[in-house]
T-cell receptor, first 116, second 114 residues
């Protein structure tokens, strides 16, 4: 069974500081991995995804994530936080369809606050 | 990418009643999913809806409570039946992208049961 663990339900950074949101996964097969962002009262927007190409994945809004198989991690980073980055971030995993399950399994989410 | 429209965007309902949420996609998709996001929590998969077959429900969710229709490749409905305050959540429709390498989400339906 797949699972995702996001360390830290709340992360607070200063504007301009490094953003690091942690995600570890557990999967019986090489997974697809995703980061989604959810702004207040909105749906989910895909930030980036890993599908077994380059291990360093660049996404929208200056975010990137690195897939580390040895650490079973897919941490999300951004060099310099902006006030508009304040939102809820979800890490998600899916298998490659080998088991027939194609829905996503989500982590518990991390709320990012950006202080001026 | 796929554009997903959900209706209604929000509703306040009386306990004991039912609400049907509609999900319309701008392209034909094989797999559609319904998720629930309870207040302050993550998303939990309710069921997978494939056209031409019965929906597949996850543990803890049953068809009598959450009946789903999937009449064609661009449309699905989720009904929340006999609602109680514990059903107050955001309900999201999702579709798998081409190659099943990503998922797209609707804006969600924010349901409050009073």
């Amino acid at each position: 069974a797949q699972s995702v663990t996001q360390l830290g339900s709340h992360v607070s950074v200063s504007e301009g500081a490094l953003v690091l949101l942690r995600c570890n996964y557990s999967s019986s097969v090489p997974p697809y991995l995703f980061w989604y962002v959810q702004y207040p009262n909105q749906g989910l927007q895909l930030l980036l995804k890993y599908t077994s190409a380059a291990t360093l994945v660049k996404g929208i809004n200056g975010f990137e994530a690195e897939f580390k198989k040895s650490e079973t991690s897919f941490h999300l980073t951004k060099p310099s936080a902006h006030m508009s980055d304040a939102a809820e971030y979800f890490c998600a995993v899916s298998d490659r369809g080998d088991t027939g399950r194609r829905a996503l399994t989500f982590g518990s989410g991390t709320r990012l606050q950006v202080q001026p | 990418s796929a554009v997903i429209s959900q209706k209604p965007s929000r509703d306040i309902c009386q306990r004991g009643t039912s609400l049907t949420i509609q999900c319309q996609v701008d392209s034909q998709v094989t797999m559609m999913f319904w998720y629930r996001q309870q207040p302050g929590q993550s998303l939990t998969l309710i069921a997978t809806a494939n056209q031409g077959s019965e929906a597949t429900y996850e543990s803890g969710f049953v068809i009598d409570k959450f009946p789903i229709s999937r009449p064609n490749l661009t449309f699905s409905t989720l009904t929340v039946s006999n609602m109680s305050p514990e059903d107050s959540s955001i309900y999201l429709c999702s579709v798998a992208g081409q190659g099943l390498t990503e998922a797209f989400f609707g804006q969600g339906t924010r349901l409050t049961v009073v």
